[in-house]
Every structure is written in C-alpha cells, then in structure tokens.
C-alpha cells in the first residue's frame, strides 16, 4: 500500500507546485514541491525493492491526480487545503513515525532508506509550514478551521481507529519498517497535539474543531485499549 | 518521541524559509509570479481536477 501513497502523492506535489507558481508563491515553495513530487518517485522506488527483497507483489502505481479537499472549493481556498491536508498535517505525521522507526531499526539496509525518506520528508512537511506563513499574509485561512478534522481523519484513512486484527499490535514489527498499530494510533494523537495543532497557532489557523476531534479520538483510543 | 524538536525543524524551520526568501532581495510579497502582468489575479482555477471525486480524496497518507 506504501507504494501507491508514494506515486499518489508524487502526482499531488507536481500539481501543487503548478498551483503555487500560477498562484504567485516564492520560487523557494514552488521548487520544493517539485523536488517532492522526485523523492516521491524515489521513495516508492525503494519501496517496490523491498517487496520485491521480500517475495512479495508490488503493487500498481497510482496513476489518478486525487486530491483531497471538495472541488468547489475557490481557487486559493482549494489550493491551500491541499497542501495543508498533505505536508501540515499527512507529511508532519509521517515524519514522526519515520523518527520511530529509525530509532527501532537494526536492518542496516532498512536504516540507509528510512534515514534518505526522513531527510526527504523533513522537506515535505516543511513546505507546509513555510506555505502557510507566506499564505497568512494574502489569503483568509479562516475557512481552514473547519476542514482540519476531516483532513486529520482522512490522513489515517478508515482503518487506524478500529479494533487492531491479530498481529497488527506486534511489538516485532518495529525493526522490520513497521510501527505496530497500537503504538501508531499514539504517536499519531501526540504528535497531532504537539506538533500539528501548535503549528497551526504559530500561523494564526483558528484549532477548536482539531482540539475537540482529537479528543473524540483519545477517548475512542482510551476505549480500544481497555 | 522528540516532539518538540519536531515542531522547532518542521513548523518554525518553514516560516524560516519564507522569512529567508523575503531576505533574499524580493519585496517578500511574491518571489515568483506568475508569467506576464504580475497584477492579474490567479487563474480560475489553480489546481486540475484530476481523479478526485467531488468530496475529495479519503487517504490514508500517512506512514
């Protein structure tokens, strides 16, 4: 599945950083997005020799330009959301969990490629940021507010809160590249408070629906581990 | 789990690379506009439609 994300959003930066150059953004955003459409490409390639390494199939690129926000959205609107649901909110949340697995990982070759996908990622999740302090001064983010739960949510896809299937909690499956599901749900839920929703803050993004999401999660997480 | 690092290289280490730019000898308003009449506003529609369905895309997308 890593592998389709991978081409998915390969497609989704390209687009981006067409969007940020038609919308006037510094030349710094619109490079670093197209710089992150090539790691995408590179990342998914390395996901492929693992299956591959792995006996396993490797899937089907994706090849649809999907996006996540509603599509009559206007036309800044709609972009930033874009951009914010990929690289504030999926991109900074991939970048924890990549700090997890690093940390666990013994595989040498495992280590080499989640150190390349963390650099890379660091750039990802950053062109967010940096999007949202050039974007505060010119357009009203003030639409952002009540779309952040559904990005939140759709970032984790239908699946991260529910009942873990057998093997899913495994604590060995850190040092093969894979952060069991259990622990995922809390790094995913801290670093939403202490990473995402400060962020957004420090860029003067309004974050009570986020806040009242988030604890309807901690407490559905409370529940799924009693 | 360094969180905090986190917040300090991502979010504050972002706004830095616009901060950087606006530096960088441009007003800071727009270091790369858009080809021709810097004064006309951005086109109808600045992101294609794509696959997406009409409510948007449902991920997951994270790790």
Same mark, same amino acid.
């Given at each position: 599945?890593?592998?389709?994300?991978?081409?998915?959003?390969?497609?989704?930066?390209?687009?981006?950083?067409?969007?940020?150059?038609?919308?006037? #953004?510094?030349?710094?955003?619109?490079?670093?997005?197209?710089?992150?459409?090539?790691?995408?490409?590179?990342?998914?390639?390395?996901?492929?020799?693992?299956?591959?390494?792995?006996?396993?199939?490797?899937?089907?690129?994706?090849?649809?330009?999907?996006?996540?926000?509603?599509?009559?959205?206007?036309?800044?609107?709609?972009?930033?959301?874009?951009?914010?649901?990929?690289?504030?909110?999926?991109?900074?949340?991939?970048?924890?969990?990549?700090?997890?697995?690093?940390?666990?990982?013994?595989?040498?070759?495992?280590?080499?490629?989640?150190?390349?996908?963390?650099?890379?990622?660091?750039?990802?999740?950053?062109?967010?940021?940096?999007?949202?302090?050039?974007?505060?001064?010119?357009?009203?983010?003030?639409?952002?507010?009540?779309?952040?739960?559904?990005?939140?949510?759709?970032?984790?896809? #239908?699946?991260?809160?529910?009942?873990?299937?057998?093997?899913?909690?495994?604590?060995?499956?850190?040092?093969?590249?894979?952060?069991?599901?259990?622990?995922?749900?809390?790094?995913?839920?801290?670093?939403?408070?202490?990473?995402?929703?400060?962020?957004?803050?420090?860029?003067?993004?309004?974050?009570?629906?986020?806040?009242?999401?988030?604890?309807?999660?901690?407490?559905?997480? #409370?529940?799924?581990?009693? | 789990?360094?969180?905090?690092?986190?917040?300090? @290289?991502?979010?504050?280490?972002?706004?830095?690379? @616009?901060?950087?730019?606006?530096?960088?000898?441009?007003?800071?308003?727009?270091?790369?506009?858009?080809?021709?009449?810097?004064? @006309?506003?951005?086109?109808?529609?600045?992101?294609?439609?794509?696959?997406?369905?009409?409510?948007?895309?449902?991920?997951?997308?994270?790790?």
């Amino acid at each position: 599945m890593r592998h389709s994300v991978e081409t998915g959003a390969s497609l989704r930066f390209a687009a981006l950083s067409q969007g940020m150059r038609a919308a006037g #953004a510094p030349a710094t955003l619109v490079d670093l997005a197209a710089r992150a459409s090539a790691d995408e490409i590179r990342h998914a390639a390395h996901c492929a020799d693992i299956l591959r390494a792995r006996q396993a199939e490797v899937p089907a690129a994706e090849t649809r330009l999907l996006f996540f926000g509603p599509r009559d959205l206007p036309p800044e609107q709609r972009l930033t959301y874009e951009v914010v649901a990929q690289s504030c909110i999926s991109e900074t949340e991939s970048m924890a969990t990549l700090v997890t697995l690093l940390d666990a990982a013994e595989d040498a070759h495992l280590r080499i490629v989640l150190q390349e996908l963390a650099r890379d990622e660091v750039q990802h999740a950053r062109l967010g940021w940096a999007y949202l302090s050039w974007a505060k001064n010119r357009f009203d983010l003030s639409f952002l507010s009540d779309f952040l739960p559904t990005m939140a949510s759709a970032a984790t896809g #239908a699946d991260l809160f529910r009942p873990s299937p057998p093997g899913a909690d495994d604590a060995g499956l850190l040092r093969s590249g894979v952060v069991p599901k259990r622990q995922r749900r809390r790094i995913y839920l801290e670093t939403l408070h202490s990473v995402v929703i400060p962020g957004f803050e420090e860029y003067g993004v309004e974050t009570a629906p986020l806040r009242a999401w988030a604890e309807s999660q901690q407490k559905l997480l #409370a529940s799924l581990e009693m | 789990m360094k969180l905090k690092r986190l917040f300090q @290289v991502l979010v504050l280490g972002g706004g830095a690379l @616009v901060a950087a730019t606006a530096c960088g000898g441009s007003d800071g308003t727009s270091a790369n506009p858009p080809p021709g009449n810097t004064n @006309v506003p951005p086109p109808h529609s600045l992101l294609p439609d794509g696959g997406t369905p009409p409510t948007g895309y449902q991920g997951p997308t994270i790790w």
